[in-house]
């Protein structure tokens, strides 16, 4: 039971480069949710997804789109990366409790 | 903004002693959280307390919730050096996604 998957685990980009940061989660959870993590600014939320074929912006969605391809899979792209995205980005799935992956750390220069 | 925010900002103690934070949040909730996240690692649920409880235990923690004063608290008793970590409390207003405060750094020095 792996929980909640990401990948990858690092990445740099130039400034204007695309990307997408994969998630993956195998406890048939609804809700999945991507949130970013800057020092001293706890996690802010970019996107969530309540239900498969849904997805809503949070509080920092500018920047960044997402699929929620199926129950397991939530991705989020970078489709014009900025200096101002580099951050450590989490996924995470709640029933109630949320799991959350190990995190990428992103170095956009 | 951040609907929980934790205090202190970050607290070193002695193994052995308790270290108590607080969260502070501003809408009604259905459910108060707290995480745990070590450093370079995901977060990691601790315990949930529901806006109609006001105490709850979980091991050597102790969560307490005043939704009149819209507070929480997080006791960890007998601190061991591995409980230092970035303690975080989240917010469940039923509406969105959790909301998380900024986190207070635990620093346990054994």
């Known amino acids: 039971n792996a929980g909640v998957t990401q990948t990858p685990k690092f990445q740099v980009l130039k400034t204007g480069q695309s990307m997408t940061l994969q998630c993956a989660q195998d406890?048939?959870?609804?809700?999945m949710y991507w949130y970013r993590q800057d020092p001293g600014m706890g996690l802010r939320l970019i996107y969530y997804s309540a239900s498969e074929g849904t997805t809503d912006k949070g509080e920092v969605p500018n920047g960044y789109n997402v699929s929620r391809l199926n129950k397991r899979e939530f991705s989020l792209r970078l489709e014009s990366a900025a200096p101002s995205q580099t951050s450590v980005y989490f996924c995470?799935?709640?029933?109630?409790?949320?799991?959350f992956g190990q995190g990428t750390r992103l170095t956009v220069v | 903004s951040q609907q929980g925010e934790e205090d202190p900002q970050a607290l070193s103690i002695q193994e052995g002693e308790n270290a108590t934070m607080n969260c502070s949040y501003k809408t009604s909730i259905n459910n108060l959280q707290w995480y745990r996240q070590n450093s370079g690692r995901g977060l990691v649920h601790l315990i949930l307390?529901?806006?109609?409880?006001r105490e709850k235990h979980s091991g050597r923690l102790r969560v307490t919730l005043d939704t009149s004063k819209k507070s929480s608290s997080l006791l960890i008793t007998a601190s061991r050096a591995a409980d230092t970590a970035s303690y975080f409390c989240a917010t469940d207003t039923g509406r969105r996604a959790l909301t998380f405060g900024s986190g207070t750094r635990l620093q346990v020095q054994p």
């Open positions: 995470a799935s709640t029933y109630t409790e949320a799991f």
């Open positions: 406890m048939n959870h609804n809700s």
């Open positions: 307390i529901r806006s109609n409880e």
